[in-house]
């Protein structure tokens, strides 16, 4: 047996990295650009030379097919957890959350393990549906949210309704760093609210590199812009009799959201959000168990799982467990526990992600993401740690909104179905139900969006040689029921109860009405809800109720 010797490191170390790292996700609607501000911020970090290097032009499109396709080619988007790079001293993480229009849980789990979020918003459309959710997701979670309003080099909304729109329909209230000088679509500049004065940015050919940066006081940019620049600073000084400046306290808990306005193409305005990152965004903090408890980030190693994969590396099938690190140092080779099952897992392969380059990890800190491989026993909610036990609270499962039959379009390849679809249930792709009607072979598949059901097709088809066959069930509401209700509930019109692999009985029913009406008829019947909503009527309410403007 080899002995795997542990590195020292001390407690003021471990607080040195943690305090170093802003580990933080991206959220939009499909098409607001965040791919294309992905590869501006690697550039502006020197990260990588030009754009381009990292997503072709094909993987920039949000599109079912150009997923699909980027998910056969492994591209970053789909199959990377985190792009780690260095600004200026400080170790920024960027976790992907999924690029399709879907809500799926596989995005609220990602958040589960960032720091904060970045809201990008395309300028000429505001806040859209995908936006929204992803927004209410990050309520839950309490993250701080940095707003970047992208495409500011075309047409768009009026800065002020774009802070009015923000504001009541987030309730977070904006309090911008920078204010375009010149309408959307004329974008020459920001004025820096921070720290007065003009940022003029001049595009590079192509935009392929980061653009050029000049700053001017404020006096000479009057004489410069002349009309502009009065309006900018009108505004400017509107915002701040209006209260609607930067205060780091309110950020942190999630009560204002710093905007940057920028055009990612052009590479406009991104250096700015790295600066806002650096100096705003929290590091990793203590985070609590699920006793409420805080284990601390200079503690010993923890983490928990918030992705699996496998089949990331075609030449060899693997099985890729993704921790966030929540304390102390990893070191690869440490044997850790498994805080669901009390046994030891060895870390041997554990790597970190650039692009679609992988690299072995050595050592991780607090906010970091590593990969671990051959992690088949390791799923999703996971909690690792070293010495000490410690569980984190488990990510929620969500009710799932959509059901189909699923069977093996060649019943010869009945073992490969079963084993892609135990698979696929295990990394939480799917929602996996049977019931003894439909028997054992047949089971339903449940997902909380349509789209995941494509995820299920091309995964079956590649990863497991499996072709399927699927069949849309015509049901819309799930509900939590027990074993007392379930057998007045099967004999109802409407209504079919299946038992989901994590032993949950659930009820489904045609449609909400149906269900209000079984609801109505049997009050006595046990029909419990599933999992925390991410529909935004809550939320646009409570901001509606809320506003401070
Ligand atoms: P996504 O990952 O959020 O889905 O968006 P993505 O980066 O793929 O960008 C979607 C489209 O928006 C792309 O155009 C991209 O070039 C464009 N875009 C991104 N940022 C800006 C910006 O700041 N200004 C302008 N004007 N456009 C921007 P496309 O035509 O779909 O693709 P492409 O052929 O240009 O790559």
Same mark, same amino acid.
């Given at each position: ?42 550039? /502006? ?5 030009? !754009? ?77 549906? *995908? ?75 192509? #935009?392929?590199? !980061? ?34 400046? /930067? ?15 920028? @055009? ?54 693997? /099985? ?99 084993? #892609?679809?135990? *698979? ?51 049901? *819309? ?29 659930? @009820? ?33 309410? @409570? ?7």
């Amino acid at each position: 047996m080899t002995h795997q010797t542990t590195p020292t490191v001390s407690n003021l170390d471990i607080l040195a990295q943690a305090h170093k790292r802003r580990t933080f996700a991206v959220i939009s609607h499909p098409d607001a650009g965040k791919s294309t501000l992905t590869e501006a911020l690697l550039l /502006h970090a020197h990260a990588i030379d030009r !754009a381009g290097a990292v997503h072709g032009k094909a993987g920039r499109r949000g599109t079912v097919s150009d997923w699909m396709a980027m998910e056969q080619a492994r591209g970053i988007s789909v199959t990377s957890a985190a792009i780690q790079f260095e600004y200026r001293d400080t170790v920024i993480n960027l976790v992907d959350t999924p690029g399709h229009a879907d809500f799926s849980e596989d995005t609220f789990r990602v958040l589960s393990a960032v720091d904060a979020a970045v809201m990008l918003v395309d300028a000429s459309k505001g806040l859209e549906p *995908q936006t929204m959710k992803l927004f209410e997701v990050c309520r839950q979670h309490g993250l701080p949210v940095i707003t970047v309003i992208n495409k500011w080099d075309r047409p768009g909304k009026s800065a002020l309704d774009l802070m009015d729109e923000i504001q009541d329909r987030t309730g977070l209230v904006p309090t911008p760093l920078t204010w375009p000088v010149g309408l959307a679509g004329e974008f020459h500049g920001v004025l820096d609210r921070q720290s007065p004065g003009f940022v003029r940015f001049t595009r590079t050919p192509g #935009g392929a590199t !980061a653009a050029i940066e000049a700053r001017t006081t404020a006096t000479a940019a009057a004489a410069e812009l002349g009309q502009d620049w009065t309006n900018a600073a009108e505004e400017s000084a509107l915002l701040h009799a209006e209260g609607h400046d /930067h205060d780091e306290a309110l950020f942190l808990r999630a009560t204002t959201t710093p905007v940057l306005f920028c @055009a990612a193409v052009l590479n406009f305005g991104v250096h700015q959000l790295l600066d806002a990152l650096v100096e705003f965004a929290p590091p990793a903090l203590a985070r609590a168990d699920i006793t409420g408890r805080q284990r601390p980030v200079n503690g010993d190693f923890s983490g928990f799982v918030f992705k699996v994969q496998s089949g990331m590396n075609a030449s060899h099938r693997d /099985h890729v467990a993704f921790v966030r690190v929540c304390s102390g140092m990893f070191h690869r080779g440490m044997v850790v526990t498994q805080a669901s099952t009390g046994r030891p897992f060895a870390t041997k392969y554990a790597q970190q992600m650039f692009g679609r380059e992988r690299t072995m990890a050595e050592q991780a800190w607090p906010g970091d993401v590593v990969g671990l491989i051959n992690a088949a026993s390791l799923r999703v909610g996971d909690s690792l740690y070293d010495s000490e036990p410690v569980e984190y609270p488990p990510l929620p499962v969500f009710a799932p909104e959509y059901f189909r039959a699923v069977r093996p379009a060649d019943t010869s390849k009945h073992k490969q179905f079963r084993r #892609g679809i135990d *698979q696929l249930d295990h990394e939480g792709v799917i929602q996996v139900m049977r019931s003894d009607l439909r028997g054992d072979q047949a089971p339903v598949l449940g997902a909380v969006g349509p789209m995941q059901f494509d995820v299920v097709e091309e995964r079956m088809t590649h990863d497991f040689g499996a072709d399927i066959r699927m069949e849309a069930l015509p049901y *819309q509401v799930a509900r939590r029921t027990d074993r007392a209700s379930a057998g007045r509930l099967g004999s109802l019109r409407q209504v079919e109860v299946l038992t989901r692999s994590d032993n949950t009985l659930l @009820a489904l029913f045609s449609t909400p009405w149906r269900f209000q009406a079984v609801a109505r008829e049997f009050p006595d019947i046990v029909l419990e809800n599933l999992s925390p909503s991410v529909e935004m009527e809550s939320v646009e309410g @409570a901001a509606r109720g809320d506003k401070r403007r």
